[in-house]
């Protein structure tokens, strides 16, 4: 069965400081892979997202991903953080169906990014 | 600001009362998806539609929860008896295919007590 592994619950860093965030997925095919933000009492935004093609993907307020197939990874970077950038980050794997036509999503449980000052 | 629109925010009910949630999707969006957050960041898959059709839903679904999407209203998501399990945030997500990204809601918290 398909999961994602986000091994690290809890991330602080300083305002300033560079960024990553660590997402492992099991899957044998190729995955669609998003990292969301939650900010305090809001649903998901998407940061940022992979199909497929360049392995590094831009997403929105300076943040990246490296997908890599051969370490069933999807990391997300940032090379200078913001106090606003505090919140809990969401790996998702989409992934097709067993003999069907529909998309399931599977979510890590999230990491709380605290950015000090 | 989510151009998935949920209400209300919050919602308070007895145990056995009814909970009844709205969602507007993105204009344009045919594809909708209902999740429940649980408070250990569990997200749960309860039902999704395509065109108003109902896609996929789980077996918890189909006994007390009750979902629908009509052409022109929006969106809903009711259960029947709530029980204190169905404590959570309830996320509705809109999409233009259902292997793309998802646009969600900033969904409806429910407590039941």
């Known amino acids: 069965a398909q999961s994602v592994t986000q091994p690290d619950a809890r991330v602080t860093v300083s305002e300033g400081a560079s960024l990553q965030l660590r997402c492992k997925y099991s899957y044998s095919g190729t995955p669609y892979l998003f990292w969301y933000v939650q900010y305090p009492r809001q649903g998901l935004q998407l940061l940022l997202k992979y199909y497929s093609g360049d392995p590094v993907v831009q997403g929105v307020n300076g943040f990246e991903a490296e997908f890599s197939k051969s370490n069933s990874s999807f990391h997300l970077r940032k090379a200078s953080v913001h106090w606003s950038d505090s919140a809990v980050y969401f790996c998702v794997l989409s992934i097709r169906n067993s003999g069907g036509s529909n998309y399931k999503l599977t979510f890590g449980k999230g990491t709380l990014l605290t950015v000090t000052p | 600001n989510s151009k998935v629109i949920q209400t209300p925010r919050y919602l308070v009910k007895g145990q056995g009362q009814k909970a009844k949630m709205r969602c507007i999707p993105e204009?344009?969006?045919?594809?909708v998806f209902w999740y429940q957050q649980n408070k250990n960041n569990e997200f749960k898959f309860l039902i999704n539609f395509q065109n108003q059709e109902v896609l996929q839903q789980i077996d918890m679904t189909e006994k007390r929860f009750s979902a629908e999407c009509p052409s022109n209203s929006p969106c809903s998501l009711e259960i029947q008896s709530s029980e204190a399990g169905d404590s959570a945030l309830y996320l509705c997500?809109?999409?233009?295919?259902?292997?793309?990204?998802?646009?969600f809601g900033s969904g409806t918290r429910l407590l039941v007590i």
């Open positions: 997500a809109s999409s233009l295919r259902v292997d793309s990204d998802y646009t």
């Open positions: 204009k344009g969006h045919p594809v």
